[in-house]
């Protein structure tokens, strides 16, 4: 043992622990290739690579024009020119020659905590010295001992984060818990700015923490098993709305198969009357054609007697044949036959084009009336935030429209208090409200999850979400919150609740108790909309109304006297 490591021990040790830093030969890997440098180069950055590794990756980068460090991202416009870092060249070199690159993770230990001073393969650490910060093998522990036979250094059982374990103000171990503070001190500490604390031991500490966080368990514990049952639930009722869904498709498929071979077989019918029709009248027409030709035949044939009589000179044999010809075409004929103008199915068609319309209207009614209950009565249970720290996590911070205010409200507070009052001079705008609506909108529009609080005074308020469409003009009911299908909301008074949509209201048996504060929980996905009641004992829910949102909604308020917007954590 040298005289250098009698005086000083602790140097020692700290000696044999910076021996695996001087060697470490990550600090000269190639952050491309991962390997030892190889004919290194550093770039303007400051970082080094393989001379190829660089050169590959900006190769490709040449079409670009723009060439940056893989490591730090730093660009370069102009492509630098690469040298050999010598420097860097000889310390690898004598790496290589160490045989340290040759040491992998495989051939280091690879337990929790490594001895801090065994070089190349590392062994498992036994213990851990609060005094020197260092963590130490058996055999490393050995001369660990006989250097501080004399001093107390304080060993542990080996464990990591040993800076975590000592007092940054006293370098003493941290062997006492505080009350008061919440955190581990050392005796120094508790003699100094922890005097008259409520301290205990470490362990005394530990067992009192445990107890409590025994209870967090029991609450995570309890959450899990809620959440886990709420999940079933919802996988049952997925599955529920599956096979219902897949139950009604296939008797929607069944009815309209019937419904398509019911017009087919009306087809056919109307097809084959036609046909039928068409045959009866084309072999009439084909008899009478027949006659119509004989009788042409046979009137030629008189025709042809008649002239050939003409010219005889005997006139005795003239008027002996006259008597036996008929003198008129129409003897020995039938009737003449009537052809009608237009013998065609016009009316026909014009009969069955009203019946394509008539069941065109009525497909389109019994589409409006299938798509209600599709889209309003078979809605998957959606999963609500119940405590009020869940909702919080959707809590968004809003801002009042000045554009929107009317003119006998005043926007306070960086526009999150309104008040109602005397008229003020606001400019014209096509989104204020105006006669006695006083009521004024956020600036923000609202989809996905969403939740806000607001407080009110006075005589009530009306708080709500609408449409931007919302009338804002005149004195007609469609301006108000909750009197049109474009706006929902919730009335409060000191006395009642009342929810509102479409003009007409609910009545919410549940009294104000005092609390003047409101909570809305928005899931516009969902198409769900609530209203709760905010106290010091949490929310309590008040309304919810359901419905599929078409368009972003808007808060807005309806003002007696004022309403704020709650600050949420």
């Given at each position: 043992?040298?005289?250098?490591?009698?005086?000083?021990?602790?140097?020692?040790?700290?000696k044999m622990?910076?021996?695996?830093?001087?060697?470490?030969?990550?600090?000269?890997?190639?952050?491309?290739?991962?390997?030892?440098?190889?004919?290194?180069?550093?770039i303007?950055?400051?970082?080094?690579?393989?001379?190829?590794?660089?050169?590959?990756?900006?190769?490709q980068?040449?079409?670009?024009?723009?060439?940056?460090?893989?490591?730090?991202?730093?660009?370069?416009?102009h492509?630098?020119?690469?040298?050999?870092?010598?420097?860097?060249?000889?310390?690898?070199?004598?790496?290589?020659?160490?045989?340290?690159?040759?040491?992998?993770?495989?051939?280091?230990?690879?337990g929790?905590?490594?001895?801090?001073?065994?070089?190349?393969?590392?062994?498992?650490?036994?213990?851990?010295?609060?005094?020197?910060?260092?963590?130490?093998?058996?055999t490393?522990?050995?001369?660990?001992n006989?250097?501080?036979?004399?001093?107390?250094?304080?060993?542990?059982?080996?464990?990591?984060h040993?800076?975590?374990?000592?007092?940054?103000h006293?370098?003493?171990?941290?062997?006492?818990?505080?009350?008061?503070?919440?955190?581990?001190?050392?005796?120094?500490?508790?003699?100094?700015?922890?005097?008259?604390?409520?301290t205990v031991?470490?362990a005394?500490g530990?067992?009192?923490?445990?107890?409590?966080m025994?209870?967090?368990?029991?609450?995570?514990?309890?959450?899990?098993?809620?959440r886990e049952?709420?999940?079933?639930?919802?996988?049952?009722?997925?599955?529920?709305?599956?096979?219902?869904?897949q139950?009604?498709?296939?008797?929607?498929?069944?009815?309209?198969?019937?419904?398509?071979?019911?017009i087919?077989?009306?087809?056919?019918?109307?097809?084959k009357?036609?046909?039928?029709?068409?045959?009866?009248?084309?072999?009439?027409a084909?008899?009478d054609?027949?006659r119509?030709?004989?009788?042409?035949?046979?009137?030629?044939?008189?025709?042809?007697?008649?002239?050939?009589?003409?010219?005889?000179?005997?006139?005795?044999?003239?008027?002996?044949?006259?008597?036996?010809?008929?003198v008129?075409?129409?003897?020995?004929?039938?009737?003449r036959?009537?052809?009608?103008?237009?013998?065609?199915?016009?009316?026909l068609?014009?009969?069955?084009?009203?019946?394509?319309?008539?069941?065109?209207?009525?497909?389109?009614?019994?589409?409006?009336?299938?798509?209600?209950?599709?889209?309003?009565?078979?809605?998957?249970?959606?999963?609500?935030?119940?405590?009020?720290?869940?909702f919080?996590?959707?809590?968004?911070?809003?801002?009042?429209?000045?554009?929107?205010?009317?003119?006998?409200?005043?926007?306070?507070?960086g526009?999150?208090?309104?008040?109602?009052?005397a008229?003020?001079p606001?400019s014209?705008?096509?989104?204020?409200?105006d006669?006695?609506?006083?009521?004024?909108?956020?600036?923000?529009?609202?989809?996905?999850?969403?939740?806000?609080?607001?407080?009110?005074?006075?005589?009530?308020?009306?708080?709500?979400?609408?449409?931007?469409?919302?009338?804002?003009?005149?004195?007609?009911?469609?301006?108000?919150?909750?009197?049109?299908?474009?706006?929902?909301?919730?009335?409060?008074?000191?006395?009642?609740?009342?929810?509102w949509?479409?003009?007409?209201?609910t009545?919410?048996?549940?009294?104000?108790?005092?609390?003047?504060?409101?909570?809305?929980?928005?899931?516009?996905?969902?198409?769900?909309?609530?209203?709760?009641?905010?106290?010091?004992?949490?929310?309590?829910?008040?309304y919810s109304?359901?419905s599929?949102?078409t368009?972003?909604?808007?808060?807005?308020?309806?003002?007696?006297?004022?309403?704020?917007?709650?600050?949420?954590?």
């Amino acid at each position: 043992m040298t005289e250098k490591t009698k005086l000083n021990p602790i140097s020692a040790c700290g000696k044999m622990a910076e021996v695996r830093v001087a060697v470490d030969s990550d600090e000269f890997s190639c952050a491309v290739c991962l390997d030892l440098l190889k004919d290194p180069v550093t770039i303007p950055c400051g970082h080094s690579y393989c001379m190829s590794c660089i050169k590959s990756c900006w190769d490709q980068k040449d079409h670009l024009g723009v060439y940056s460090c893989p490591q730090c991202r730093q660009t370069f416009t102009h492509r630098p020119v690469l040298s050999r870092n010598t420097i860097l060249a000889e310390v690898v070199e004598k790496l290589k020659k160490t045989g340290i690159q040759a040491t992998t993770p495989a051939d280091q230990y690879s337990g929790d905590v490594e001895c801090d001073v065994c070089t190349g393969t590392k062994h498992k650490a036994v213990k851990s010295c609060l005094v020197c910060l260092a963590s130490y093998c058996e055999t490393d522990l050995q001369l660990h001992n006989k250097l501080h036979h004399a001093k107390q250094h304080k060993l542990i059982d080996a464990t990591s984060h040993l800076k975590d374990k000592v007092c940054s103000h006293h370098d003493k171990p941290l062997e006492i818990y505080c009350r008061t503070d919440q955190k581990c001190i050392c005796y120094l500490c508790m003699m100094d700015e922890h005097r008259g604390h409520d301290t205990v031991s470490a362990a005394a500490g530990r067992v009192e923490k445990q107890k409590q966080m025994g209870e967090s368990q029991r609450d995570f514990q309890q959450r899990i098993q809620m959440r886990e049952k709420e999940l079933q639930e919802l996988r049952e009722a997925v599955g529920s709305f599956t096979s219902s869904a897949q139950s009604t498709v296939e008797d929607s498929e069944r009815i309209f198969t019937e419904m398509i071979r019911s017009i087919e077989r009306r087809r056919s019918e109307v097809t084959k009357l036609i046909r039928d029709q068409e045959k009866a009248a084309v072999s009439q027409a084909e008899g009478d054609m027949e006659r119509l030709k004989q009788e042409i035949d046979e009137l030629k044939r008189r025709h042809s007697e008649l002239v050939q009589l003409s010219h005889t000179k005997d006139h005795i044999h003239y008027l002996q044949r006259c008597q036996t010809l008929p003198v008129t075409p129409e003897a020995g004929f039938g009737p003449r036959i009537s052809v009608s103008p237009r013998s065609d199915f016009g009316n026909l068609s014009k009969v069955v084009s009203e019946l394509k319309d008539q069941l065109e209207n009525v497909c389109r009614m019994k589409m409006a009336e299938i798509h209600h209950p599709v889209t309003k009565d078979t809605v998957v249970p959606v999963l609500v935030p119940r405590p009020r720290a869940e909702f919080l996590h959707y809590s968004c911070q809003l801002t009042l429209d000045p554009n929107t205010a009317n003119r006998y409200l005043s926007l306070l507070g960086g526009y999150r208090k309104v008040t109602g009052g005397a008229k003020h001079p606001y400019s014209d705008h096509p989104e204020r409200f105006d006669g006695w609506w006083f009521q004024v909108l956020c600036r923000e529009s609202l989809t996905g999850r969403c939740y806000w609080e607001a407080e009110w005074t006075g005589a009530g308020a009306r708080i709500g979400v609408t449409y931007k469409g919302i009338r804002r003009k005149g004195w007609s009911d469609d301006c108000g919150l909750g009197y049109n299908d474009k706006s929902w909301c919730l009335s409060c008074s000191s006395v009642s609740y009342f929810v509102w949509h479409n003009n007409k209201h609910t009545v919410i048996p549940i009294k104000p108790s005092g609390s003047r504060r409101v909570g809305v929980y928005l899931d516009w996905a969902a198409g769900t909309l609530s209203f709760y009641r905010v106290s010091s004992d949490g929310l309590t829910l008040l309304y919810s109304f359901t419905s599929s949102f078409t368009e972003p909604l808007y808060p807005g308020f309806f003002v007696h006297s004022s309403v704020s917007l709650c600050m949420l954590g």
